[in-house]
């Protein structure tokens, strides 16, 4: 996003400008995380930023390319002055990968749709015990009105109830009252609702709520959430989505439905830090928030010169952190991560079969079989054998002079260390029956 002047050429002034405006947009939206965007100022004192997400990005090429109708991911580099806590995979510079979908579309389907993606990605990597936490920004609006907070107010408590992950409630009731301005009163009549978490059955008992079914926003935001976790059970993944009143996302630009994803699991105290560990307990450190995202309805017509909006859903996924555990958990494993996709390597036991294994491994490329050969003319077979060890490649395919006599090759499981001779004709098969 930031560029030099000098890098800009014919279209410096446009581009300028550009950045110039995001960094506008940037503090009008983030609610009180504005202050982890990193400002900056070129050569002629204009203003610019780091970006601080994808989605402002994101929305702004919706509205100057006139795109009303997209599904897309994208991975980049985003910024925020936060305090790093590096066993936690929380930096100042890092990688985020999103997903969004922009368009008019019926009630909840492509946010379950989200959902679900966030679901699927965290089953597969295996991180342990997760679940995605769902609230809706209209149900909280709705919510601190029936409660008594001012309209003005919203925003600010909004962000101080989303710290709820973070405080206890007396730590958070604190600061409603002593710094936000909030009569206790207010304050625990918020309380009781979002000490609240369930699924379908518990929207539905807050649409009979006496005081939030009375509200618009509230009403409409416990209706979709009631069809949402329809659609959910459709996709089957009730089992890890809970209603909790207590998730706010500090991010201004939310309008609807928002969610976030957090591992249950901790780090090992042993290897955090002395900050990381302040108010953990023996057992480690929390890991957090892996994913978020929400409904961003408003966000495009900020950017169009004519207002116009479109609707956009979409998720954030916090690839650092999601490496650091995955890092952290094969520290702690006995078992050997593989660093490559290698299937075979083609391993000669005596010496001058270079051409021999060359023609093989040819042989098994042509097959689609990820083979590997050692560059060196006579390779010792031990020192193959090692290479496989070190790698994770899990087979090796075995030349001598009695295997090319006979047409076999001789094929070694590296892990169990076993053997069997098997005919030319047939390796690829074996191989694929071994790795697939």
């Known amino acids: 996003m930031l560029q030099l002047k000098a890098q800009l050429?014919?279209?410096?002034?446009?581009?300028?400008?550009?950045?110039?405006?995001?960094?506008?947009?940037?503090?009008?939206?983030?609610?009180?995380?504005?202050?982890?965007?990193?400002?900056?100022k070129d050569q002629g004192g204009e203003l610019l930023s780091l970006r601080y997400d994808l989605t402002?990005?994101?929305?702004?090429?919706?509205?100057?390319?006139?795109?009303?109708?997209?599904?897309?991911?994208?991975?980049?580099?985003?910024?925020?002055?936060?305090?790093?806590?590096?066993?936690?995979?929380?930096?100042?510079?890092?990688?985020?990968?999103?997903?969004?979908?922009?368009?008019?579309?019926?009630?909840?389907?492509?946010?379950?749709e989200c959902l679900k993606i966030v679901y699927e990605i965290l089953n597969e990597l295996d991180l342990g015990d997760f679940r995605i936490k769902v609230n809706d920004r209209r149900i909280l609006d709705g919510m601190f009105a029936v409660c008594g907070v001012p309209d003005e107010k919203f925003r600010t408590i909004c962000s101080t109830v989303d710290k709820l992950d973070k405080m206890a409630w007396e730590d958070v009731k604190k600061e409603m009252v002593n710094e936000k301005g909030l009569s206790e009163d207010v304050a625990d009549r918020i309380g009781e609702y979002v000490s609240m978490q369930g699924g379908q059955d518990l929207a539905e008992r807050l649409l009979q709520d006496p005081k939030l079914s009375q509200n618009k926003q509230a009403f409409a935001g416990l209706t979709d959430m009631k069809l949402l976790f329809s659609y959910l059970e459709l996709f089957q993944v009730t089992d890890k989505v809970v209603f909790d009143l207590s998730l706010a996302r500090g991010l201004d630009y939310y309008t609807g439905v928002i969610y976030e994803a957090i591992l249950s699991q901790t780090i090992p105290a042993s290897v955090s830090t002395p900050a990381e560990q302040n108010g953990a307990d023996e057992a480690g450190v929390s890991v957090g928030s892996v994913a978020g995202g929400g409904r961003y309805d408003g966000l495009v017509g900020m950017f169009d010169p004519k207002g116009r909006k479109v609707p956009c859903v979409g998720v954030s996924i916090g690839i650092e952190r999601i490496f650091s555990i995955m890092e952290q958990k094969a520290e702690t494993s006995s078992e050997k991560v593989r660093t490559t996709e290698t299937q075979v390597l083609v391993a000669s036991a005596q010496k001058n079969l270079l051409e021999e294994r060359l023609k093989l491994t040819s042989q098994l490329w042509n097959a689609g079989i990820k083979a590997e050969v050692l560059y060196k003319k006579n390779p010792k077979l031990l020192s193959q054998l090692q290479h496989c060890e070190e790698t994770g490649i899990p087979l090796v395919a075995i030349l001598g002079e009695q295997e090319l006599k006979d047409g076999v090759v001789k094929l070694r499981n590296v892990a169990s260390r076993e053997e069997v001779d098997v005919p030319r004709a047939d390796l690829v098969d074996e191989i694929k029956k071994r790795t697939l």
Not at 23 to 37: A, M, P, R, V
Not at 66 to 87: E, F, G, L, S
Not at 97 to 106: L, P, R, S
């Open 9 to 40: 050429g014919g279209d410096e002034g446009k581009h300028v400008f550009v950045l110039k405006t995001a960094k506008e947009t940037l503090t009008g939206k983030y609610g009180e995380d504005s202050k982890l965007i990193y400002d900056l």
């Open 56 to 112: 402002v990005p994101f929305a702004r090429y919706l509205a100057l390319n006139k795109i009303t109708n997209i599904k897309r991911y994208h991975i980049a580099k985003v910024y925020r002055r936060d305090n790093p806590a590096m066993t936690r995979g929380r930096y100042r510079e890092f990688y985020q990968c999103d997903f969004d979908i922009a368009g008019q579309y019926d009630a909840m389907i492509p946010d379950a």
